[in-house]
């Protein structure tokens, strides 16, 4: 068991140490994501070939986190394992989002506003860059005293500009931005109503917050709060987004559609900012009282 804190506004106890909890939560991640770009892929049954890349990368991603987690102190070879998949999800993603925006193209060679709306979903494939970037840096340890300096098992010491928890706290702030573009694109399939405006204004207030709070030296009590309950506020988003795509998917039909689950209301699209909420908090938490990310 971990205690830690958030801001003195929240103690938690967590089941194990921090970085191994943040490898759990990599694995999920990308277990979920997997089975759902599988069942995304498999409307047009996996064509062209290359759309088999990310399905057969998730499961080797997957466990890799899981048996890290599970070492009190990684070891080298695992770690080195560990690492090598990582960097390769971060390939998927990149080589992902390159393959969805030619998808995208229309017959002319151009991008243009209604082939973004109804095509492949353009930023779907950066989840498992952000994911992945994620399990590499969780994999790390700071050395006491040093922000910045960073072990990496079975490679040895590296300084990074900023300190681990800011590159933490950049990729929550990168996940919120993609989240609302994502939402402004999905939603403009059938017209923006007030419903739908509320996970897009909700993520351009998050990725605002946070990417601020990633840049600013020292946070006050006041940003500290900001913060704290922009976090809450995600969590509850996220559920709330996924009730209302349930409905919107259930409406008039009385049964589950894969199809409309797939295509029309992305039943865990929703849950995104729940995930990103809690991994945000996760990411300040700091042990006994120590106040996160002021003097990082």
């Known amino acids: 068991m971990s205690d830690v804190n958030i801001f003195h506004l929240a103690n938690i106890r967590l089941p194990m140490e921090k970085n191994r909890l943040l490898l759990i939560f990599v694995g999920i991640n990308l277990m979920f994501t997997g089975i759902d770009v599988a069942l995304a892929h498999s409307i047009n049954r996996f064509v062209p070939?290359?759309?088999?890349?990310?399905?057969?990368?998730?499961?080797?991603?997957?466990?890799?986190?899981?048996?890290?987690?599970f070492q009190s102190v990684p070891k080298k070879f695992p770690a080195l394992i560990h690492i090598?998949?990582?960097t390769a999800g971060i390939l998927v993603g990149v080589i992902g989002t390159a393959f969805h925006a030619n998808a995208v193209l229309n017959p002319q060679g151009y991008l243009t506003w209604a082939w973004v709306v109804f095509g492949s979903p353009i930023l779907a494939p950066l989840a498992f860059a952000g994911i992945s970037l994620l399990g590499l840096y969780a994999i790390t340890e700071e050395v006491n005293g040093e922000p910045g300096m960073l072990k990496?098992?079975?490679?040895?010491?590296?300084?990074?500009?900023?300190?681990?928890d800011r590159h933490f706290m950049w990729l929550v702030g990168?996940?919120?931005?993609?989240?609302?573009?994502?939402?402004?694109i999905d939603h403009a399939q059938y017209g923006y109503s007030f419903y739908k405006m509320i996970p897009i204004v909700y993520g351009l207030f998050a990725t605002s917050v946070v990417i601020y709070l990633s840049i600013a030296k020292k946070w006050t009590r006041g940003d500290a709060l900001v913060y704290f309950w922009t976090m809450i506020a995600a969590v509850v988003i996220g559920v709330l987004g996924f009730g209302f795509h349930l409905s919107a998917d259930l409406a008039g039909t009385g049964s589950f559609s894969m199809e409309r689950i797939l295509a029309f209301a992305p039943i865990l699209a929703p849950l995104l900012y729940s995930d990103l909420g809690m991994l945000g908090l996760l990411v300040?938490?700091?042990?006994?009282?120590?106040?996160?990310?002021?003097?990082n």
């Open 152 to 164: 990496v098992p079975g490679l040895g010491m590296f300084k990074a500009p900023i300190s681990r």
């Open 49 to 69: 070939v290359y759309e088999w890349i990310p399905i057969l990368f998730f499961p080797f991603g997957a466990v890799s986190c899981i048996v890290i987690a």
């Open 174 to 184: 990168l996940g919120f931005a993609a989240s609302a573009v994502t939402s402004i």
């Open 84 to 86: 090598a998949l990582m």
């Open 284 to 295: 300040v938490a700091q042990p006994g009282n120590k106040e996160a990310g002021q003097n």
